[in-house]
């Protein structure tokens, strides 16, 4: 296929070209040495077993290969030669003719084998940088900080990661085993046809090739402003359809999904008219470079009937260059493609190393150790000291936080949206660091221990638990992978879970679903709190923990989370104040500050303090809604 392209949304694989999401041409060319270099880099790193060995051989073979390829028509052109030539006996005569046919088939047979076993060869070499790239990128992206995967879009990074690990494999095998030997090949051919008939068949050769590149490679520019219309109108399409598909309750509530159907039906109407622009100027590619092939053979013909005219070439001569000729255009017919896709696969790759080139705000200093076990038994000690943090998105951060909360102590955080709470949450767990101030944790700044270290002493369950779409086994334990199945039901069992996974069918093996869709808000939340005391933290941070649970299953898990606590140090973010009554000291927050702290008691005697305010508020509230309940049973 020429300037060959898989067009249509329904073919086997639509290309570098037309992947998923935004459409990566609009980005600068990346400098072509400079991507080289980078992709020398990678092979050399990528661990493929007797790298250099197999690289040398690969190169040898494929050498081998296309000058086969050329000496192919000269065999066939001698046994026309030599049966042109037969005044003998008609034995001999055929004998000789099969002799140098069968030796043309062989070589031919050669000529096509050693690429394939050059393949076979370096494929090794291509799959380990393949995957050694992806998971350099995926283990960096991991690493990267919260302010990165806060402004990321997940299916756009997900994507640029696949785009450039396969970016790698491509280059790899169309450079070192596409491009680079058809130019060996071309030169080869040149030599031949100029050394062994004339130099004009050389000239002509040459000629041709450079028009046909040429002129590939004007069109394929001028085609990309069409490729790129025609993938942003299938990025358009593809993520409306996965919207809708993400969001099919909220289609369905609304009855939207006529509404919805439509949206894609008219995406699809724009892709289909770019689309035809895209093919329309494909075939018109086509149609040059087969012009161009065709006079190209037409010329060489001439002069080869020329010089059998005069004498001085043979009927197996000219068969032999117009063989060569065919042969050379055969990697030629790729040329637009590849041209185009080479671009595509340098930019995709370039746009996965701006990842790994990303430096991580939160990092482990040089030579860091780990945050050793809290000596007390009763857990760690955690302090903040004039910590300050403020958002680029908020007009307010924290100011000035100090607090300390005493090994097996209760610290709850209050307040209004906003106050901070939450941004507490993730300093004490070191996503984000101080702009200034401390955060220790048993006197030690976490900002001179592992992150590591100090992810296993504390744990977190957050308002919003996130699952893995994998059992309830693999959810539990992805604290301690290591825990046992003892351990994992006592987890369940602390989390008011077990009566609940044991009525399960597959019990422990249920499936969750994607993000834990399958179970109720209730019930990841239970799954989050045994997650968190298998991890046997020193520090326990609850944010809202239980705000998805009813009354009853509240008040039990109240209850669990108490004899939890006991030998940690626990640090809750809670709405109700019913929950944290019994914390050692509450610090109520307001706009980043702590306007308010002490015992429950204390605050709720202070006359116009916001924890009162907000204590009489909420059991008002509760008073009424128990006040309807009893009239409605009435």
């Not at 080289?36 to 050498?63: C, E, F, H």
């Not at 001439?302 to 055969?330: N, W």
């Amino acid at each position: 296929m020429r300037g060959s392209e898989r067009g249509g949304r329904g073919g086997r694989n639509k290309g570098p070209e037309a992947r998923a999401g935004a459409p990566t041409d609009k980005l600068e060319d990346p400098n072509t040495f400079a991507a080289l270099a980078d992709l020398t880099r990678l092979v050399g790193r990528s661990g493929a077993p007797q790298l250099r060995l197999r690289l040398i051989a690969a190169i040898l073979l494929t050498l081998a290969g296309k000058g086969l390829g050329v000496l192919a028509p000269l065999v066939l052109g001698a046994a026309v030669n030599h049966l042109s030539r037969g005044q003998g006996a008609g034995v001999s005569v055929g004998l000789g003719f099969a002799a140098f046919a069968v030796g043309w088939a062989m070589v031919r047979f050669l000529s096509a084998a050693t690429p394939q076993i050059s393949d076979v060869v370096f494929a090794p070499v291509r799959a380990a940088a393949q995957r050694r790239t992806a998971a350099e990128t995926f283990a960096h992206a991991l690493n990267l900080s919260l302010d990165f995967h806060q402004t990321k879009r997940s299916g756009s990074l997900s994507r640029t990661m696949d785009r450039g690990a396969r970016s790698v494999d491509f280059l790899l095998r169309i450079l070192a085993f596409n491009l680079v030997p058809t130019v060996v090949e071309l030169a080869l051919a040149a030599a031949v046809l100029g050394g062994k008939y004339d130099w004009r068949f050389a000239a002509v050769a040459v000629v041709v090739v450079v028009i046909y590149t040429g002129l590939t490679f004007g069109v394929s520019n001028w085609r990309i402003e069409h490729r790129r219309v025609m993938n942003a109108a299938d990025s358009e399409a593809a993520g409306l359809a996965v919207d809708a598909l993400l969001n099919y309750e909220t289609v369905k509530s609304f009855g939207a999904e006529a509404r919805a159907a439509e949206g894609y039906d008219r995406a699809l109407g724009a892709y289909n008219v770019a689309a035809l622009k895209a093919n329309t100027s494909l075939a018109l590619l086509n149609g040059v470079q087969a012009l161009i092939m065709n006079v190209g053979l037409g010329v060489m013909a001439v002069l080869a009937g020329f010089e059998a005219a005069a004498g001085r070439m043979g009927p197996g001569d000219v068969t032999a260059a117009v063989l060569i000729m065919i042969s050379l255009y055969a990697p030629l017919n790729i040329l637009g493609f590849a041209y185009r896709e080479i671009r595509q696969s340098f930019i995709d790759m370039e746009e996965m190393l701006k990842i790994t080139r990303q430096t991580p705000q939160v990092a482990d200093a040089a030579g860091a150790p780990d945050l050793p076990r809290a000596a007390d038994a009763r857990g760690g000690s955690i302090a903040f000291e004039g910590v300050s943090f403020r958002h680029d998105a908020r007009a307010n951060g924290l100011e000035d936080v100090d607090f300390f909360a005493a090994p097996g102590t209760t610290t709850a955080l209050v307040g209004p949206s906003g106050s901070g709470k939450s941004t507490i949450v993730k300093l004490a767990l070191r996503l984000l660091d101080p702009q200034s101030g401390r955060v220790l944790i048993d006197g030690r700044d976490l900002r001179d221990v592992t992150q590591s270290s100090l992810r296993q002493a504390v744990a977190l369950v957050p308002q919003d638990v996130a699952l893995f779409n994998d059992s309830l086994r693999v959810n539990i334990a992805f604290a301690r992978p290591d825990a046992d199945e003892a351990a994992i039901w006592a987890a369940a069992e602390a989390a008011e879970l077990a009566d609940f996974i044991r009525n399960l069918p597959d019990g422990m093996d249920t499936k969750v679903g994607e993000r834990g869709l399958k179970l109720s808000g209730g019930e990841r939340q239970r799954v989050g709190i045994a997650r968190a005391l298998l991890a046997d933290p020193c520090l326990l941070i609850l944010d809202e923990a239980t705000s998805a649970l009813d009354s009853r299953t509240e008040a039990a898990i109240q209850k669990t989370l108490r004899k939890a606590q006991a030998g940690r140090t626990t640090l809750v973010v809670a709405h109700r104040l019913s929950t944290i009554a019994d914390a050692d000291q509450i610090l109520v927050l307001k706009a980043g500050r702590i306007v308010e702290r002490g015992a429950h008691h204390e605050l709720v005697a202070r006359v116009g303090g916001e924890y009162a305010a907000l204590w009489k508020k909420q059991t008002r509230g509760a008073r009424a809604a128990r006040a309807e309940a009893l009239q409605a049973s009435d």
